[in-house]
């Protein structure tokens, strides 16, 4: 099976490049085989990509510093399932694989003529799915489900309390949220909270600057959904399947707060079609 890494970076289009070989080298210095620029981020000079069967092993070789981010974990050796993702500083590399084709064998073409032509006409169909690309579905409010709280806490110190530690668990999710979207709308879920706690403690002004702090960042995630939309019907329309796909990743995270809908079902159905497209040989 045919292994590919997508380099994606803030600010910049992604790139895709195969794994042709058991050992790939990436990073900033001049020994890595795929070089990637110092001013995206990457922050490590070289990194090693062990291709296999159904996963892509990562590692930073002794005396090299930098770290990985992998599922929330920081190391410097992992195993990265294909489909999958690892962040290198700011940068995030995707492993995508590419299934063989299957052949008929000719002596069963040979053996029954008709096979031949009913073959053909079922792999043209097949080819020819009704493309979700071609039609636009209305993408949901992103916090239409977020109703009004109320503080767990049922005394005013352990109020305060927790809604210091909702506060600064919001921090840590706005931060992680330039890599994880899917952390944006639990912030703001946290800093909810982290308001109607300090309400409940008497905390008014410390609850005003909760609530001004959540709409400011309501108003941000609100302005990203609206880029990655317009990013993506971008990328569809002039046929850039890479960051078609990617801006599909970025928007499934953002939406993971959300139960299932017809916005969330067209996301999956782009995303087979614009795997399918990468998956076919270049011509």
Known sequence: MKAFVEIHWPGGCAERHELTAERVSIGTGTEASIRVPITTGFEVEQLELFTGERDVRVQIPPGIKGR???????QR??????GGEVFVGNVRLSFLGAPAHQRIHPLLLLAIPGVAIIASLWAYNAAQPDDPSSRDVPAPSLFDDQKSVT??????????HRAQQFERAARAKQERSAFFPSDGPDAAALLNLAAACFEYANKHEDAERMGKELSHWKQQL?????????RLRAALDNERTVDAL???RELKSLLAHQQDGPYRQWLEQVS??????LAQPRT
């Open 222 to 230: 609100g302005e990203q959904y609206a880029t990655l939309r317009l």
């Open 272 to 277: 087979r079609n614009v795997e399918s497209k």
């Open 246 to 248: 990617s801006a599909v």
């Open 68 to 74: 990985l981010t992998f599922e929330g974990a920081e």
């Open 151 to 160: 503080c767990p806490a049922t005394e005013e110190l352990a109020a305060e």
């Open 77 to 82: 050796r992992v195993r990265v399932p294909i």
